[in-house]
RNA sequence: AACAGCAGUUGUUCCGUCGCUGCUCCCGCAAGGGAGGAGAGGAAAGUCCGGGCAACACAGAGCACCGUGCUUCUUAACAGGAAGGGGCUCGCAAGGGUCACGGCAAGUGCCACAGAAAAGAUACCGCCUGCUUCGGCAGGUAAGGGUGAAAACGCGAGGUAAGAGCUCACGACGCCGUCAGUGAUGCCGGCGAUGGUAAACCCCACGGGUUGAAAAACCAAAUAAACCGAGGCUUGAGGGUUGCUCGCCCAACUCGGAGGGUAGGUCGAUUGAGACGGCCGGCGACGGUCGUCCUAGAUAAAUGACGGAACUGGCGCAAACCAGACAGAACCCGGCUUACAGACUGCUGUUUUUU
RNA sequence: GGCCUCGUAGCUCAAUUGAAUAGAGCAUUUGACUACGGAUCAAAAGGUUGCAGGUUUGAAUCCCGCCGGGGUCA
């Protein structure tokens, strides 16, 4: 099985890795730090890294009133899971490591159709890149 | 063979790499890791009905409200389904389609405009009889005209001054009786009433307690106030006891406990009115019995991404290119409704060709 | 996931006990007034009553099925 991953780590994305509490949402939603990037509008926060926290965590929500179908929906989601799957430990990772700092990142999807897999990719990409630079 | 209708089945497949969520086994103190195997639908949708399940309420009965409405059967139950009856309708016929299909002969209401009159009838024109000052007046009548969506059962004959269910035959309708049928109902006989409207109020029959998994149950941080137990030593401060001080008590304060149950977690929650197959009963829906199988269980919510190949379609030979329906479980079932490219099967009808 | 409500001119609302031309204000257009504009006056245009069926002689209204909007349950 080649590991093509510079860091030799597996491209995972568990559970750990998603936002699931209410409150985290509330708290990340009040700090109003936020950055867009068509066709995401990303809220961040950082916080120090704990025992129970070591990992940078994520939420991708996108709204009923641009697609009406929860088939659309689930695969907008899909999508952006898979391509911070594969970029979050190039893009984002090192830079939060060397800070001991790990990200809430929530991202809400304003646009209103479906892009393909690739510049969604490339987006994701642009995002984490402008949240390094945050951290600077 | 083509086309059309109806009914039913199916609704892309395979390989590689990287992932996600449960389950089983193994390693590990743990975090986690490894292996194996599983992982969206016929509608998962709309939430339109009916249940299961749960909490609360409840002696019994009635009223109100809501729903259903030909009959019999089916079922856990239903506004579903099956078979049958009746009306309407398509058709030469065979046969098919469709119906909120109990009751306006229980009561009340409504029926605009037009029209004499829209319902206890009435009388504009007309028809007939009588009177007449020849202008009409009085009476009878509802056949005809006209109005309207609808005109006092329809139509023919008798009858009459003219007429009239006034009488009779046939026909539409209700009730009763015989016969057939489990029954709706049908045949025959007798009696009887007559506008429509109950998706108008209403009457009759039957059914419905309310609220829904954000239900319910269990574990249980932090914090506030109240309660219980122990302490409450020195100094200072509050209240009571006392004229005052000391003392004592309360209380502040400290520690512990129990309680309720918020954040959070567990459960509910996936073995069930289960699926598949055989046999038996039934016209059928469906039921009985035997055997086999375990077939998603997430919880800010998994079932995905990329690449390759095949298949189908755009398209008439090939290649290239493009596309692959409707749509995503949220406690679980039974239905209904709505969406749906294509493929396949069966039956029926029409047309053409061949024998 | 469950439940409740509402869809009428471009906008805000009537008509809702079925009754025949669906009405009012603002906005739009035209004309008058004015040197011009505003205000005012007069007139016009604008509606598949969300869509599709049914009941009825007749439906915005009654019934049923869809579509869309809003609200509510911690």
Redesign the pocket.
């Known amino acids: 099985?080649?590991?093509e991953n510079a860091n030799n780590q597996?491209?995972?994305?568990?559970?750990?890795e998603?936002?699931?509490?209410?409150?985290q949402?509330?708290n990340l939603l009040q700090k109003k730090q936020s950055i867009f990037c068509y066709p995401f509008k990303c809220y961040y926060d950082f916080t120090p890294k704990t025992e129970e926290r070591a990992v940078n965590q994520i939420?991708?929500?996108v709204p009923k009133?641009n697609f009406?179908?929860?088939?659309?929906r689930?695969?907008i989601?899909?999508?952006t899971?898979?391509a911070y799957?594969?970029q979050h430990r190039r893009h984002l990772d090192p830079k939060t490591d060397e800070k001991n700092l790990c990200a809430d990142i929530f991202l809400f999807y304003v646009g209103k159709e479906i892009l393909?897999?690739?510049l969604i990719e490339n987006k994701i990409i642009e995002v984490l890149s402008r949240l390094c630079k945050q951290l600077l």
């Open positions: 099985m080649p590991q597996r491209l995972t994305f568990s559970k750990r998603r936002i699931c509490s209410r409150l949402i509330e939420l991708v929500s009133r009406k179908h929860a088939v659309e689930n695969r989601k899909r999508l899971r898979e799957r594969l393909p897999y690739n």
